[in-house]
């Protein structure tokens, strides 16, 4: 397949789109706002309200009700924190950022109804489609990125998955698997290093003396473990019932790897030290339960977070194996998902990162 995903989250609101399936982005969200807080608190207390407009970035918004929350936390901070120092209250201009398939119309008419419904200063708020793995706005010009649940999507697929005579070296594998021989795992640490460092490098030109990126990605310690692996492992196991069906070919699937890669936060502190233009002021990890506790019927359990691997993977699936294969296969992954929820509780793992610029 060809390097370059077409990475495109599934529009609009329907049962498959991103803003009906952001659910697990959603508790991470909440488990981490507390520290989104103080890093904006940290901003005004640092004196960035003299600069009268505050320019802050969401990287990788999507179109969901997420964006929004994180527009109300840092409106809201940054309100509470200038009463409390008794200072002007800058102007806050947002940017809303996300590659050129997303679906800003949808973002942008959900966010005129949060904005009726949103008390205090007014905002600002525009659309920047683009790839954070690069340069998006001028030189100094930002004071605060946000970024949630975004960095582990690679800008694309690793080279070196095949060998040199153009064997696959991921047979059967749709992203590194317990099995994956270490030039996998390997393939895809190289690609993100790159990435990040990439993106990294762009944010320092951009942010302003002292300015500060607050991320979230999906992590763990071991990126090889089940935690990050599980999902794809099914995944590569209902596409090939697929194969043995006679409906994808096996060099289909043997010729497919996701643009993804889900780092350990030693790997993230070790780029960041690297690149050097940031200091690291707060790094942890954290973890939650997937499925949904309310939820009792199994099947409902499986089918969400089915949903939640389809918005994002559906316009791939579709357009390396075909659009006619699209409900099939993620029915089979529903029913693998299903029977792995019976059998087991299911951590996923996340890693929070605060960084702010180096002076000079
Ligand atoms: C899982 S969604 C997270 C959305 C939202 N931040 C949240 O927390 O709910 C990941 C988003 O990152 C976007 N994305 C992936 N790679 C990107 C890139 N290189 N530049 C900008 N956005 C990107 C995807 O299009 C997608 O909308």
Redesign the pocket.
């Known amino acids: 397949m060809e390097k370059k995903q077409a990475?495109d989250?599934n529009r609009g609101g329907g049962e498959s789109s991103?803003s009906q399936n952001?659910k697990f982005?959603q508790k991470r969200?909440s488990i981490t706002k507390p520290i989104l807080e103080n890093s904006v608190q940290s901003l005004i207390s640092k004196g960035f309200h003299l600069h009268k407009l505050l320019n802050v970035v969401?990287?990788?918004?999507?179109t969901?009700p997420?964006?929004f929350s994180v527009i109300q936390t840092v409106k809201e901070t940054v309100e509470k924190k200038c009463k409390e120092l008794n200072c002007q209250t800058p102007e806050i201009q947002f940017y809303l950022?996300?590659?050129p398939g997303?679906d800003f119309n949808s973002l942008f008419k959900g966010l005129s109804g949060f904005c009726d419904q949103t008390q205090g200063e007014s905002f600002y708020a525009a659309g920047v489609p683009?790839?954070?793995?690069g340069r998006l706005f001028p030189r100094n010009t930002l004071h605060f990125v946000h970024?949630?649940?975004?960095l582990h999507?690679l800008?694309q697929v690793p080279k070196g998955l095949t060998s040199n005579e153009g064997l696959p070296l991921n047979k059967g594998k749709v992203y590194i698997s317990t099995t994956s021989p270490p030039v996998v795992r390997e393939a895809y640490l190289t690609q993100f290093q790159e990435d990040f460092t990439l993106f990294l490098k762009s944010r320092s030109e951009e942010l302003v003396p002292d300015g500060c990126i607050f991320f979230t990605i999906r992590g763990s310690a071991d990126p090889t473990s089940k935690d990050c692996c599980w999902q794809w492992e099914l995944f590569a196991e209902a596409i090939a019932e697929l194969v043995s069906e006679g409906l994808v070919e096996e060099g289909k699937l043997d010729s497919f790897n996701l643009a993804y890669y889900l780092p350990s936060p030693e790997e993230v502190q070790d780029i960041v030290e690297k690149e050097g233009s940031f200091a690291i002021e707060h790094l942890e990890t954290f973890s939650f339960e997937i499925g949904d506790k309310q939820e009792k019927d199994t099947w409902s359990q499986g089918e969400k977070f089915a949903n939640s691997m389809r918005f994002?993977t559906e316009s791939l699936i579709s357009h390396h194996f075909g659009e006619e294969i699209v409900d099939k296969l993620f029915q089979k992954t529903t029913r693998l998902l299903v029977e792995e929820l019976a059998k087991e509780t299911i951590i996923a793992g996340s890693i929070l990162v605060v960084l702010s610029r180096i002076l000079g």
Not at 58 to 62: E, H
Not at 130 to 133: A, D, I, N, V
């Open positions: 990475l989250m991103y952001s982005q969200s969401d990287l990788g918004c999507s969901g997420n964006t950022n996300d590659l997303n683009g790839s954070f793995h970024s949630s649940c975004s999507f800008s994002y």
